[in-house]
């Protein structure tokens, strides 16, 4: 059993930058592939962005490309998401989630174990 636990997250102005992370335990962190969802208020939970077991492969939702970095540290059990560039639409809750496999996968339901979630707030 793989326990997720976010953090991070915060008030911040349109423009500015954020870095969540998120501390797995629980599980050999090295066979999971990673990935971050976020749910805003009133909407369905979405794909942001994920990771390959090793940090060899990434994939982002288009809304992110180039403004978020999704990493991770084997090491450190930990997986990243750097956020620049900051709008009021990446308002919502931040939720790392982990998956057993070495395919890259950006579906919900594909993923086995959760964080609680954070939350980022983004000001106009």
């Known amino acids: 059993q793989v326990q997720l636990v976010e953090s991070g997250g915060g008030l911040v102005q349109a423009g500015g930058s954020l870095r969540l992370s998120c501390a797995a335990s629980?599980?050999?962190?090295?066979?999971?592939?990673m990935g971050w969802f976020r749910r805003a208020p009133g909407k369905e939970r979405e794909f942001v962005a994920a990771?390959?077991?090793?940090?060899?492969?990434?994939n982002y939702a288009d809304s992110v490309k180039g403004r978020f970095t999704i990493s991770r540290d084997n090491a450190k059990n930990t997986v990243y998401l750097q956020m620049n560039s900051l709008k009021p639409e990446d308002t919502a809750v931040y939720h790392c989630?982990?998956?057993?496999?070495?395919?890259?996968?950006?579906?919900?339901?594909?993923?086995?174990?959760w964080g609680q979630g954070t939350q980022v707030t983004v000001s106009s």
């Open positions: 989630a982990a998956v057993y496999t070495k395919m890259l996968l950006t579906t919900t339901t594909r993923y086995d174990y």
């Open positions: 629980g599980g050999t962190f090295g066979l999971y592939t």
């Open positions: 990771i390959s077991r090793s940090g060899g492969n990434t």
